[in-house]
């Protein structure tokens, strides 16, 4: 254990407990570990690949230097110096350090997790599994009679500002990709559609969920466009809809439409589909938080999971009265509570604003 992972630790529960308080860990009675994505996340390891870089050009130029000049038993000692110094230095990356090991900090069992992309969409296309949203996907394709070969399917999880994959990432183009609900163009749209038109065949589907889904009514069933048959079931389903308390969907619809508009004009070969959201049969898309609390509940963990994302934070906990080790993971999943967390002001933030 370095005292270097102690003090990034430390460092994260800082800033964590400034924003929010300090009671917001300590009326914790479990172990907690922070999951830590957007910005943050980000610019951690975008740090980690420059400290690589700055690696591979440091041996190069020694390799360089070796191989014009003879090198004395001084120059020897100082080189094996700097390289083993360099190699400590890079041995305590972002991966290793922010690995959601629990450690005591000042009295608290903390782990900080800072998953990569790939990570994080590994876990989340783990979890589609675990709760058994794959076999809810398949039942709605067939139900919606879309003709596709079921080893060709790339699910994206659309939220508000960007775009995660979270099943197929052997085929789609990229991981993540920036554009939301409410961040998203023409030009984005266009340049997502097209890299899967390099990677897609026409037996393919390329499906949307999450909050893309707010654009239609509740019972829609999954929604498509196939452009080889000139198909389309998604514009007639676009409907009006109050997201939460108050808020309409007229961002989202607009969206929905974009996107489908686009996938025609380029005449993909591949089918697009959309999820409704809201829906109970159908697909809601893995939670990669909840997937790290499944795998310590059942190594025999309760822990607390809290997810720092893009754009807000939130805390997850298997509730143990409703669980039993033997219950089936998808039973688990759907008894892990699920919380807003708030300052004071009752507001939440994302990473780039809690770990600034």
Sequence with gaps: MSNTKQQYYRSIVEQFTKTYGSDTLDNLKNPVVFNITGPYRNKVHAQSMRDLYIFIAFFSAIAWFISIYVAGVAFCIILIRNCYQTGQFLNDDATDIFDGEILDIDGREIGVAIPTQMEEGDLESQNLR???????????????????????????????????????????????????????????????????????????????????????????????????VEYNTITSNIEPRTIGATGDNNGVMEFARRLVHIHQKLDC????????????????????????????????????????????????????????????????????????????????????????
């Design 130 to 228: 675990e709760t058994g949203d794959v076999d809810k996907l398949t039942r709605a394709l067939d139900k919606a009679r879309v003709h596709y070969n079921d080893k060709e399917v790339v699910v994206w999880s659309t939220g508000t500002s960007s775009s995660q994959c979270i099943d197929g990432h052997g085929v789609a183009p990229f991981c993540e990709f920036d554009m939301g609900i409410e961040n998203w163009s023409d030009a984005q749209i266009t340049e997502f559609l097209r890299a899967h038109s390099k990677v897609l065949s026409h037996d393919s589907v390329l499906v949307f969920l999450n909050s893309v889904g707010y654009a239609f009514r509740v019972d829609a069933g999954i929604v498509y466009n196939d452009n080889k």
């Design 269 to 356: 070969n591949y089918i697009l589909a959309i999820v409704p959201r809201g829906d109970k049969t159908m697909p809601q898309g893995g939670s990669h938080s909840k997937q790290r609390a499944l795998d310590h509940y059942r190594s025999g963990d309760v822990v607390v999971i809290i997810e720092v994302s893009g754009k807000q934070t939130k805390r997850f906990e298997v509730q143990k009265n409703l669980c039993t080790a033997d219950d089936t993971s998808e039973h688990i999943c759907k008894n892990i509570k699920e919380t807003k967390i708030t300052d004071a002001g009752g507001k939440t933030y994302g990473s780039g604003v809690v770990f600034a």
